[in-house]
């Protein structure tokens, strides 16, 4: 991912209080679960893992929080399967940075 970041959390040296961030690259998703389909041979539910990738963008907010240029971030994201049988990202995210 490589991102574009204005404003507050963009460097060390800005006294911003607000910032915001773009970007864009390719993302690698991969994911675990146990399937709701009981399998009365094996007497379990089947686990399955899937990986995924494909191309993928973030946006977010930065606000500045006390003297030191820490801040506080919300950020969304999303990765999309180049495969239509694969799974797609979707991310919402809120960080303290320090």
Known sequence: MVNLNIGAGS?????????????????????????????????EYPKVKETSVGPAGNIGVRFAVGKHQKNIEAKFSYMRSLKEDKISALGIVALFNF
Do not use: H, P
């Not at 060390?12 to 009981?38: M, N, P, S």
């Open 11 to 43: 460097s060390k040296q800005t006294e911003k209080r607000f910032g915001f961030f773009i970007g864009g690259g390719v993302a690698y998703q991969y994911g675990r679960y146990v399937l709701d389909e009981y399998n009365g041979v094996t007497n």
